[in-house]
C-alpha cells in the first residue's frame, strides 16, 4: 500500500509543486518531512504541477518508498498527518492520509480536477488578500457577472483548447470541461471549472478571458466561435497565479472501496 | 475638516497600532504616507491602540496637520484612499475616507466597537489560516458551541470587568457589553462581541474563557457569578493576539449628516 496525502498550501513562497533547479517547491519540503517520519527516502508523486504562486485546498499526493510501490512503516496512518505537519513549514499543512493499493498513481490515476479562481473586486486592495487573490479595481455589474457567467457555459463540454494555453507542450489540446460557472460572494467574483485535465496556463487564460468579457471587451457569445478557431490572441492576458486555488482532485471510486 | 479613513490592516508583521519605540507599527506607516501625500508632517489620530499581532477590517483614524485640529490640502477625498495606498505597504489599506468636523476626536469620540475572534477548529491547521486564527485541533461538538454561546451572554450588560483584564492601568474596570455570541461557520467558530469599550486583553480573555466552556472545564451558568467575584484567576487563559480583529467602530451619527 501507498499512502495517499491531502495536502493544503499557500503557494506564495513555491516555485509551485514539483522540484525544480531554480527555486524552493512543495515537493521539496514533502521530501524532508517524509523522510523525518518515515526514516527512508520516498517518493512523493502529486497529482498536478502547480505554478508558481498557485495555492491548493485539497492537493492530493501518494508517498512510497523510493524506487518502490509501497511503503512500510509502523506509523498508523491517522497519525501521519499530524507526524508530516510536525516537519512542514506553517503554509504547508497535511489535512488528511489514506491507505491505496500499490498501482494508485497519483498523476495519471486522476479523473477531474476543480479548480477556483477569486477575483477581489474593490476599489481598493484588501490586505488580507494580498497574493491570494488578483485585485480588479473597477466594479464589475450583476450584468457584468451574467455575462461571465455565459462567457463560462461555452467553455463547457469536449473541445480542443489550443486558444486557451500558453505555449504548445506538443500534448493533445483536447480536453473535457465538466462545469464552469462565475459567481459573485460579496466582494469576491469567484470562477469555478472542473474538468478532466487542464493545459498549461489554461484556467488562468479563462479567467482572462472572463474579465475581457466583464468589462465588455470580448462579448460572451464570441467564445464558442473563438474557441473553434484555435487560436491564442483572440482570447485575453494570462491572469495572475495568486488568485489561484486547486480545489478537488477525482479519482476513480474502486481506489476507495 | 480633518479626514476619517477607514483602514484594514494584517498585524502579523507590527507591533500595534500606536507608534512605540520598540517595533514597526500600522501609525507609523501611516505617519510616512500621510507626509508623502499631504507633503506636511500630520498627527494620524487611531480610534484605538490594538495589541501586537492583532487585525483589523474597518480601524478608523483621523488626520490633521501636525499640532493643528485641521488638514488643508488639494486632494478630493474621494482620491485619499489611493492616494495613501500607493505608499502604503500591502499589509495596510485605506478602503474609504470622508471629511469630519475640527472637533471630531477618533479616539475619545467613539461610541461602540465590534470585535471578532476567529478559532479554526479542526484537527490540522489550515496554512491559509496561520497567524491569522486560534487554532484548537479539538473539535467542539454543537452542544459545546452552545454553551460558549450561553457563558458569552452572560457578559451582556453594565459590568465591572476587572475579572476580564490583564493587568490594571487605574482605569474604570465598568464596560458596557451590548451584544456578544458564538456561531459556528463551517470549521470556523467565531466569537462576536460590541461594547463602549474594552479593558486590556479584555476580547482575549473572553476568548480564552470561551474556550473553557466549550471544553467543559467552566460551566456557562458560572459565568455570571465569577464575574462579580473579580477575580481574574476565575477566568481563562489569554487568547493569542493573531485570532482577534477589530471589525467595526460607532461614532455619533452627527458627524455624518
Known amino acids: 500500500m501507498k499512502i495517499l496525502l491531502k495536502i493544503a498550501y499557500v503557494g506564495t513562497a513555491y516555485c509551485g509543486y514539483q522540484v525544480q533547479p531554480n527555486g524552493v517547491t512543495v515537493q521539496e519540503r514533502l521530501n524532508e518531512a517524509t523522510r523525518a517520519v518515515f526514516g527512508v527516502d520516498c517518493d512523493v508523486v502529486g497529482c498536478s504541477r502547480t505554478d508558481s504562486g498557485v495555492h491548493a485546498r485539497a492537493f492530493c499526493a501518494t508517498i512510497a518508498e523510493k524506487g518502490k510501490p509501497y511503503l512500510q ?77 455565459v462567457a463560462a457555459a461555452a467553455f463547457v463540454g469536449e473541445h480542443d483548447f489550443s486558444a486557451l494555453r500558453d505555449g504548445d507542450d506538443g500534448k493533445s489540446p483536447v480536453r473535457h470541461i465538466y462545469s464552469a460557472s462565475v459567481v459573485r460572494q460579496g466582494e469576491r467574483v469567484l470562477f469555478r471549472v472542473a474538468a478532466n485535465g487542464f493545459l498549461y496556463h489554461m484556467v488562468r487564460v479563462m479567467t482572462g478571458t472572463l474579465a475581457e468579457v466583464g468589462r465588455g471587451k470580448i462579448p460572451p457569445e464570441e467564445i464558442a466561435v473563438r474557441l473553434a478557431a484555435c487560436d491564442r490572441s483572440l482570447f485575453g492576458a494570462t491572469a495572475p497565479a495568486q488568485g489561484l486555488y486547486l480545489d478537488r482532485v477525482f479519482y476513480p471510486e474502486k481506489y476507495f472501496e
Not at 107 to 124: C, F, L, Q, S
Open 73 to 149: 512503516t509502523t506509523v498508523p496512518v491517522a497519525r501521519v498527518p499530524r507526524a508530516l505537519n510536525v516537519h512542514l513549514p506553517d503554509d504547508i499543512a497535511v489535512l488528511d492520509a489514506c491507505l491505496v493499493p500499490d498501482d494508485f498513481h497519483a498523476r495519471y490515476g486522476v479523473r477531474a480536477k476543480e479548480y477556483e479562481y477569486v477575483i477581489y473586486n474593490a476599489p481598493e486592495r484588501d490586505p488580507f488578500l494580498v497574493g491570494r487573490a488578483w485585485h480588479i479595481p473597477k466594479p464589475f455589474t450583476d450584468e457584468d457577472v451574467a455575462a461571465m457567467n
